[in-house]
């Protein structure tokens, strides 16, 4: 069985018939599950979350890291390398929603929920 996350209504008029298509089902139920696999000697904060400016991102005892920014559609929409300790993203002008942080070095991934309102 494969599950397809909704995050959205699908538009007026648009139906979807899962009949004969045994093997998938539809849900609103979109739980983000972040996984931090960093070493126990990084740390990563990410505030103030929610926020409709600007969002820091601390990061300790990372070296090489790049951060992205994905909205719900799994488009990429911000990324850059890391160079300090401490990040501003000026988020602004992106529209209001949920969006997904992902801070990658190496074979390391966090992923984190950030919500612009």
Excluded at 68 to 90: P, Q
Aim: hydrophobic share 45%.
């Amino acid at each position: 069985m494969h599950e397809v996350c909704v995050w959205e209504s699908f538009p007026s008029g648009v139906q979807v018939v899962t009949a004969g298509s045994p093997n998938v089902q539809f849900t609103t139920d979109c739980a983000v599950t972040v996984l931090n696999t960093f070493k126990l000697n990084s740390t990563i904060d990410i505030y103030p979350n929610p926020s409709d400016d600007i969002i820091n991102i601390d990061i300790e005892g990372l070296n090489n890291a790049i951060i992205e920014i994905y909205n719900v559609s799994g488009r990429l929409v911000f990324s850059k390398a890391l160079n300090s300790k401490v990040v501003r993203i000026d988020i602004s002008g992106f529209p209001m929603g949920v969006y997904l942080l992902k801070v990658r070095q190496a074979d390391s991934v966090y992923v984190e929920k950030v919500v612009v309102k």
